[in-house]
């Protein structure tokens, strides 16, 4: 079991920056450092969509829509997970979600329903 606690989001004006925080509990027995975690959002009306991943490789994996501007990082030690936002756009707007998930593969880390554990999601308003 893994409770994981998305925080930073606000309202910003496009080419600022945020960085957002995802803090996980975990009771399940496994290490933090075992689990692949990953950022998703979603925009009003749209899909949850895969933003950013590290997997249980330890590589870093990102949408190319965000690549050269988002940077995810993982703290084992302190069991959280961050997300970089630079020179943001409106098109960023949404709810971003932190997930995590010990046995995910490679192949499925960019789609939201292989992902066992979920935030509660923090909301990013980007105006232009």
């Known amino acids: 079991q893994v409770q994981l606690v998305e925080s930073g989001g606000g309202l910003v004006e496009a080419g600022a920056s945020l960085r957002l925080s995802c803090v996980a509990s975990?009771?399940?027995?496994?290490?933090?450092?075992?689990?692949?975690v990953a950022w998703f959002r979603q925009a009003p009306g749209k899909e949850r969509e895969f933003v950013a991943a590290?997997?249980?490789?330890?590589?870093?994996y990102y949408d190319d829509s965000v690549k050269g501007r988002f940077t995810i990082a993982k703290d084992n030690a302190k069991n959280t997970v961050s997300l970089q936002m630079n020179s943001l756009k409106p098109e960023d707007t949404g709810v971003y979600y932190c997930a995590a998930d010990s046995g995910i593969i490679l192949s499925s880390l960019r789609n939201r329903n292989q992902w066992d554990y979920w935030g509660q999601g923090t909301q990013v308003t980007v105006s232009s």
């Open positions: 975990v009771n399940s027995g496994r290490s933090f450092n075992s689990y692949a």
């Open positions: 590290i997997g249980r490789n330890r590589y870093n």
